[in-house]
Nanobody, 120 residues
Framework: QVQLVESGGGLVQAGGSLRLSCAASGSIFSINAMRWYRQAPGKQRELVAH???????NYADSVMGRFTISRDNAKNTVYLQMNSLEPEEKAVYYCNGIIATTGGSVRKYWGKGTKVTVSS
């Protein structure tokens, strides 16, 4: 069994910052790519940032230069530093990881999300 648990969401004023964390636990052999998604009310889930197992990163155009994804492989944790937050970025933020288990399977796992609210 593998679990992803996000934390760090909350209420922040426009222009403020938050740092999200996503910790993976369980029968993990290795973690490949990890991603952050978000889903705003009434909208589809969208990819925000991606980090490979080697550390290369990609971002949605809308967050480029303001958000930074990073990972600590020793802690099986991925982070999303979000700066200059805008009210439109109010959403539930989810992490996603492609994880190989000790049982030999490889699949995509999702966390349950952490809510971010940005006040204007």
């Amino acid at each position: 069994q593998v679990q992803l648990v996000e934390s760090g969401g909350g209420l922040v004023q426009a222009g403020g910052s938050l740092r999200l964390s996503c910790a993976a636990s369980g029968s993990i052999f290795s973690i490949n790519a990890m991603r952050w998604y978000r889903q705003a009310p009434g909208k589809q889930r969208e990819l925000v940032a991606h980090i490979s197992n080697s550390g290369s990163t990609n971002y949605a155009d809308s967050v480029m230069g303001r958000f930074t994804i990073s990972r600590d492989n020793a802690k099986n944790t991925v982070y999303l530093q979000m700066n200059s937050l805008e009210p439109e970025e109010k959403a539930v933020y989810y992490c996603n990881g492609i994880i190989a288990t000790t049982g030999g399977s490889v699949r995509k796992y999702w966390g349950k999300g952490t809510k971010v609210t940005v006040s204007s």
